[in-house]
C-alpha cells in the first residue's frame, strides 16, 4: 500500500517537471480495492485519491449484512520532496581540480547548493483496512460483496459510492 502511494506521488511529481497542467487541476478520483501480497490474510485493503477525504467503508455481504472498516486514514494534500543529486550524478567519486576546469565554471551560488522540488497533491489520499468477517462465504461468494464507501462531511458536500469487492487471494499451496 505504502509502496503503491510512494509510486503515484512520484509520478505524480515527475509528470509535474513536464508542465502537463495548471497547479490547480485536481487529479482525477481513482479507488482500488485489494488483498495485498504478503499482508494480513482475509484483509481487504481500500485506497482511494479524491478531492474529499474517505470518512467510512464497509463490506457489503450478500443479505446486506456490513463490516465496517477496522482502520481509516486520510492524508490531505500530501506532499513529495525531491533533492535531484544533478551536482553529483554520475560523476560521484570522481575528483576535479579546480584549475582543470577553468574559473568561469565556479560560481559562489551555484557551488554545493542543491535545489529541491516540493510537489503537493490537490487532493486527498486515503487508505482503510476491512477485515473479512467469514472468509469461507467470501471465497464461496465474492462476486456478490460490494464496498461501500462515503467520502466528504456531511451535511456539506457528501457522496456515497459502491465498488466491487476483489477477488480472494489464491490459496497458498
Do not use: H
Request: aromatic share 6%.
Amino acid at each position: 500500500m505504502i509502496r503503491r502511494l510512494a509510486g503515484f506521488l512520484t509520478a505524480l511529481a515527475l509528470a509535474g517537471c513536464g508542465g502537463a497542467g495548471p497547479p490547480s487541476a485536481l487529479p482525477q478520483s481513482q479507488v482500488s480495492a485489494g488483498f495485498p501480497a504478503g499482508g494480513i490474510a482475509n484483509q481487504i485493503e481500500i485506497s482511494a485519491v479524491d478531492r474529499l477525504a474517505l470518512r467510512s467503508a464497509e463490506l457489503v455481504a450478500p443479505d446486506g449484512s456490513t463490516t465496517p472498516a477496522n482502520s481509516l486514514n486520510s492524508n490531505p494534500a500530501p506532499a513529495a520532496t525531491q533533492s535531484p543529486q544533478s551536482l553529483i550524478g554520475p560523476y560521484s567519486g570522481t575528483a576535479f581540480a579546480a584549475g582543470s576546469i577553468g574559473s568561469n565554471a565556479l560560481s559562489p551560488g551555484i557551488v554545493g547548493t542543491a535545489t529541491q522540488t516540493q510537489t503537493r497533491l490537490l487532493a486527498v489520499v486515503s487508505t482503510a483496512s476491512i477485515m473479512v468477517p467469514d472468509p469461507v462465504a467470501y471465497r464461496r461468494d465474492w462476486q456478490k460483496y460490494r464496498i461501500r464507501l462515503a467520502f466528504g462531511t456531511p451535511p456539506g458536500e457528501f457522496e456515497t459510492r459502491e465498488i466491487a469487492a476483489p477477488a480472494p487471494p489464491s490459496p497458498s499451496p
